[in-house]
C-alpha cells in the first residue's frame, strides 16, 4: 500500500449505529472511553474479533493493541476458550450455587502463585477492589486509605477521588454523586514520592487501613515504579499496621503468571485481580493470606457477595485462558514479542529525531509523545503530546491498526499477535510518525 496516500475507512455503518446507541445509552456508550471523546471521530462499532484482528460493523479490518483494555492476553476468540465456554454452557448459565468450576479455577491459580493463599471471585475489577478495601477496613478497624495520583482502581465511590491541594490531603471527589465524607477517608498521594507518604503516616497515625496501588501502574500512561519504591511501601506498611493492596486487574497474570508481586517479588497483603482471570468473561478476584481471608464472610464479618459470582461460564473461560498462560515458555516468548516491537519503534524514533518514548514492562506498552526516559508519576506526563496522539490514533486506524481511544490507556499485545503482523503494524506506524512528525 502505497504510503502517501491519504487513506479515510469507511465508517457508515458505525456512525449510524452510534447515532442509535445515543438514543439508548449516556454519551452511547456502556463506558465512558469507549465514546472516543479523546480521539478524532466516533466510537467504531465492532462486529468480530479473531486472534489478533477485529473488523467493524463496515468491515474494516485492524490489528487490536486494545485487546478489551486487556483481558484478551491469547487474542480475540481463542479455540481453546470458545470450546470450553461452549462445552460448559451446555449445562446451564448460572446456578447460584458452587460448582467445581469453581474450585479447578482457584485451584489453577492458588496452587501456580506463592503469594496468595485464599480467593473470592467476583464479577468486576470494580468489585474485587471496592471489597479488598471493605475486607482491609474490617482487618484492620481503621478507616482510611491512601491511593495514588495516576492510578485507578475501578469506580467505587471511595477510589473515585483524586488530590487535592498539598502533598498531603484529603482527596476530592472526582465524580459527582460521592459524598465528601467519602472522599474524606481516602488520602490521595503522588507515585514515586517518599516523603508524601511518610507524612501522610505521620498526619494520620494509625488511622490507615490500607495503601492501594497499581504495582504497574497503567491506566495513566504506563508509569513504572521502581522495585525499591515498592519495597519502601511494604516496610512503611508493615511498620504501620496499614495493609497494603496490590491492584492487579490488569498486572495479574500479564507481567507473568504471579503478576506485579512475582515480577518484583515483593509480598502484598491483599491482591485484586479482574480482566485476564476471566478470559473475556467478567470475573474479578480478591485474594490474600487464609488469616486475612478469614475475616470474609461467612467466615467472618466483613459483607460480601454476588449472584453471578463464579459463574460457571466465566469460570470456564477463566480456567481454558490460564492454562494456556500455564504452558512453559508462554510469557517468555510473548515478552520477547513485545519487547522487540516496542524497540524497534523506539529504534526508529529516536534515529529521526522524533519526540517519542516507547515504556514497555511484559506484554504492555506505551507510546508517550515526551523526551523523558522516565515517566513514574501522573505528573511527568507530556499533557502536550496527546495532540500527538490524536493524530497517530486517526492516522493509525485508517490503516488497520486499533488502540485504545485515548494517549493515557497503555496497548495490549497477545499471543496471537504474530510476528508478521507485527512486522506490518511497526512499518504502519513508522509511516505514520513520519506524517505526524512531518
Ligand atoms: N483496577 C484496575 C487497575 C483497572 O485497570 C480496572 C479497570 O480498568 C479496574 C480496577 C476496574 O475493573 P472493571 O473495569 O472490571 O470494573
Not at 193 to 206: G, L, N, Y
Request: proline share 3%; glycine share 10%; charged share 25%.
Amino acid at each position: 500500500v502505497s504510503n502517501k496516500e491519504k487513506r479515510e475507512i469507511v465508517r457508515e455503518k458505525s456512525a449510524a449505529l452510534y447515532e442509535k446507541a445515543k438514543t439508548f445509552f449516556p454519551g452511547g456508550v456502556n463506558s465512558p472511553v469507549r465514546a472516543f471523546k479523546s480521539v478524532y471521530g466516533t466510537p467504531l462499532f465492532i462486529e468480530k474479533g479473531d486472534g489478533c484482528f477485529l473488523w467493524d460493523a463496515d468491515g474494516n479490518k485492524f490489528v487490536d493493541f486494545c485487546c478489551s483494555w486487556g483481558p484478551l492476553i491469547l487474542g480475540h476468540n481463542h479455540p481453546k476458550v470458545r470450546e470450553k465456554v461452549i462445552e460448559v454452557m451446555q449445562n446451564g448459565m448460572s446456578f447460584g450455587a458452587p460448582t467445581a468450576l469453581e474450585n479447578e479455577l482457584a485451584g489453577l491459580i492458588v496452587n501456580n502463585n506463592k503469594y496468595i493463599e485464599k480467593i473470592r471471585f467476583t464479577s468486576s475489577g470494580t468489585e474485587a477492589v471496592m471489597s479488598a478495601i471493605r475486607l482491609a477496613r474490617g482487618v484492620t478497624g481503621r478507616d482510611k486509605i491512601i491511593k495514588f495520583e495516576g492510578c485507578y482502581h475501578g469506580h467505587s465511590d471511595s477510589l473515585l477521588v483524586k488530590a487535592g491541594s498539598g502533598l498531603v490531603t484529603f482527596g476530592e471527589t472526582s465524580s459527582a454523586g460521592i459524598p465528601k465524607a467519602f472522599a474524606n477517608e481516602t488520602i490521595v498521594v503522588p507515585l514515586n514520592d517518599r516523603e508524601a507518604i511518610s507524612e501522610a503516616f505521620k498526619t494520620f497515625e494509625s488511622q490507615i487501613a490500607a495503601i492501594i496501588i497499581e504495582p504497574i501502574p497503567a491506566n495513566n500512561g504506563l508509569l513504572l515504579q521502581d522495585r525499591e519504591y515498592l519495597e519502601f511501601l511494604r516496610n512503611i506498611t508493615k511498620e504501620n499496621g496499614t495493609l497494603l493492596i496490590f491492584d492487579e486487574v490488569i498486572s495479574g497474570f500479564r507481567v507473568g503468571f504471579e503478576g506485579a508481586a512475582g515480577y518484583y517479588d515483593i509480598q502484598p497483603d491483599i491482591v485484586t485481580y479482574g480482566k485476564i482471570i476471566g478470559g473475556g468473561l467478567p470475573v474479578g478476584a480478591y485474594a490474600s493470606s487464609s488469616e486475612i481471608m478469614s475475616h470474609i464472610s461467612p467466615d467472618g464479618g466483613v459483607y460480601q457477595a454476588g449472584t453471578l459470582s463464579g459463574n460457571p461460564v466465566a469460570m470456564a473461560a477463566g480456567i481454558a485462558q490460564l492454562s494456556e498462560l500455564l504452558k512453559s515458555g508462554f510469557y517468555k516468548e510473548l515478552n520477547a514479542k513485545t519487547q522487540e516491537f516496542a524497540e524497534s519503534i523506539q529504534r526508529y524514533a529516536s534515529a529521526k529525531n522524533y519526540k517519542l518514548k516507547v515504556f514497555k514492562i511484559g506484554s504492555i506498552f506505551w507510546i508517550s509523545f515526551t523526551d523523558k526516559d522516565k515517566i513514574q508519576s501522573a505528573h511527568d506526563i507530556d499533557a502536550g503530546g496527546m495532540d500527538k496522539f490524536k493524530e497517530m490514533h486517526k492516522e493509525l486506524l485508517n490503516r488497520g491498526v486499533y488502540f485504545g481511544p485515548s494517549g493515557y490507556e497503555v496497548g495490549f499485545i497477545s499471543s496471537a499477535h504474530n510476528k508478521m503482523e507485527l512486522e506490518k503494524v511497526k512499518r504502519t506506524i513508522f509511516e505514520v510518525l513520519d506524517i505526524i512528525f512531518k
